[in-house]
């Protein structure tokens, strides 16, 4: 598979020329509202001291990634203050390829596309554990297909594109396969604030010099453009204390530092909402998740319970997720969703829809009346 | 010498700990106001819809391509927006020595120590042409020291750290080396606002598809924390059009896409900003370079006519531009400025100083009763 463009843009554009209202459940880019403080950080910003509009440092703003540190419990010499959790998984992996034995790297099927992308971009070789039938990743199965080739593993949880959560056994036992392979585990947990399950389990709360933790607030505060993430990386005087050195020169040498308007704004955005905001969010997550699956009940599909990010993984009868069924739905059931092909082979008859419109009722109904 | 970690720091931290008042001229970082459209700008971002906030185009939101195209002369389908030059450069570098054959990366000598560093973390061999007794870089020095093993040929002008300007019969002259060669050169053209000669040319002044040309905002508008840079590819359909493409890749797997509330209020700025405020800039620096060259005459010292960017190099009389001498300049004149040897060997003896600061005048008559 052409890993190397993500196939969303077909599928959105395919959406767009359509002859006839479609809702577009495709792309993964919220539709709420950001916390209000992000708005008020960035008007202050606005209107700040030239000073404060030059380079911050490298690694991000001081007092964002301590804030960052307070709320992961980690020192703050570990936080790198990504341009997004892309640039933080690319330091990651790039760093975990080069400093870890092996050249492979080790990933989820399905997979969300730019881990692959980018696992071919590096030149690591590419290989796949397929994800359980409850769409959960196995420990055991990942354990059987890493090998002392593998260098790096990335998993992600909650999980794009299968809407599930890892909770801390599983976390812990994925740790300790990178562990027995002498690999880096690198955790992407971007979407820690969209765990329905109340299982939700960081790589952090494994002690370990074998993991990277990436995230960004991207998701969390309905920002995806502004590119503020990080990485957590091993302890700079343990071990593999050489990752973080070398992941600061990268990031030094591609992007001198990070964008200072969005660092100030989170800043204080983080610093300024309370939890009744990612709550308010979840709940409306949920109510979607409901009218969603009442509507996938209703029309004979087979689905993974979501339990995580705001994705649906669903599999109707007699109409596997290819490119050509993904666009008849579109244009006979008005409804887009990411065909299961795009992510991978273990679950390519699956069709992947994003909770990221308001529109999902009117969804329910198209994929009822086209189905049922 | 450690182009990695660059010495700009080392300097800014003694000058901040020394026991008594000092200039910094060290770093890079504009201290005047930003066009008042950037704020407005950004204010007006800060308000706009949450769609507004989500994931921009890879390669940049499309209207701010087409106000740089437009600008720049050429189609939007060249241009790569980029987290600051520092991006652009890198996608240049990287692209060209993969696309180009040979493995060596020649710059010039005194070099901006960034180039040097990305050289030797992409595993390049490192290469230098020395500059002229003028400042100036010489294009038969540059076709002496290019050989077939030259891949990618780094210039900058106007230039940092000797602040002079390219003209464009030898733009024209750096893009033919690079094509005797087969090499790709890399124009970096981030200080183009900062001309007082009247002669700078842009690469793209020249037809060829052996350039690239990059640049930002981050100078022209004293925003070089926003991070908002661009590079001008070949053209697509040219010989050398999968550098586009390859950089759109790296560019993607990277970083996604750059910060949006920056490109927002950059395109605003753009298209509300007028010449006047370029114009006012120039004029303040013309005065900060005229006060501070009639110190260096009075200090008997002698220095590179500040043609361009915002650097006057100098060379005082038996007082070599070490880190020590630059450390007593401290210490008992009170002005930082960066030593030399920070660039490379062409300019060991020599200091550079910034004019990025209001105290100019100070720092003038400071040096006059240090060295006179």
Redo the contacts between chains.
């Keep these: 598979m052409d890993y190397?463009t993500p196939q969303f843009f077909r599928v959105i554009q395919y959406a767009a020329r359509a002859d006839r209202d479609v809702v577009d459940m495709v792309?993964g880019?919220?539709?709420?509202?950001?916390p209000d403080a992000l708005?008020e950080g960035?008007?202050a910003?606005?209107?700040a001291d030239?000073?404060?509009?030059?380079?911050?440092p490298s690694v991000g703003l001081k007092e964002l990634r301590e804030e960052i540190a307070q709320r992961r419990g980690v020192d703050r010499s570990r936080v790198v203050v990504t341009?997004?959790t892309?640039?933080a998984n690319?330091l990651a992996m790039a760093g975990g390829l080069e400093a870890m034995s092996g050249d492979e790297i080790l990933l989820a099927d399905p997979v969300y596309p730019?881990y692959a992308?980018?696992v071919n971009?590096l030149g690591a070789d590419l290989a796949f554990a397929p994800v359980a039938e409850d769409g959960h990743l196995d420990p055991d199965t990942v354990r059987e297909r890493a090998s002392e080739d593998t260098a790096v593993i990335v998993v992600n949880s909650p999980n794009n594109p299968m809407g599930v959560t890892y909770d801390a056994e599983t976390m812990a036992e994925l740790v300790a396969v990178a562990e027995e392979h002498d690999a880096l585990l690198v955790s992407d947990e971007v979407y820690d604030h969209f765990d329905y399950s109340g299982r939700f389990a960081s790589a952090l709360s494994v002690d370990s010099d074998h993991y990277v933790a990436t995230n960004a607030v991207s998701k969390s505060m309905?920002?995806?453009?502004?590119?503020?993430g990080y990485a957590v990386f091993p302890d700079p005087d343990g071990p593999h204390g050489d990752l973080l050195d070398t992941a600061r020169?990268?990031h030094?040498?591609?992007?001198?530092?990070?964008?200072?308007?969005?660092q100030a704004?989170v800043l204080h955005a983080l610093r300024n909402t309370g939890p009744e905001y990612y709550e308010g969010v979840r709940s409306l997550l949920e109510a979607r998740i409901d009218t969603f699956t009442d509507a996938l009940d209703a029309a004979g599909a087979a689905y993974t319970d979501p339990e995580g990010a705001f994705y649906v993984m669903a599999r109707f009868p007699d109409f596997p997720g290819t490119f050509e069924n993904v666009e008849r739905l579109i244009d006979e059931g008005g409804v887009a969703g990411m065909p299961g092909e795009a992510f991978g082979e273990a679950r390519a008859d699956w069709i992947r829809f994003s909770l990221t419109t308001d529109r999902v009722e009117t969804a329910a109904q198209r994929l009822v009346d086209f189905f049922a």
């Design positions: 190397e792309s880019s919220p539709d709420w509202d950001p708005r960035l008007h910003y606005a209107d030239p000073d404060e509009f030059q380079y911050p341009n997004g892309g640039e690319h730019y992308g980018r971009f309905a920002i995806t453009g502004w590119r503020v020169t990268r030094m040498l591609t992007n001198v530092t990070g964008s200072r308007p969005a704004a």
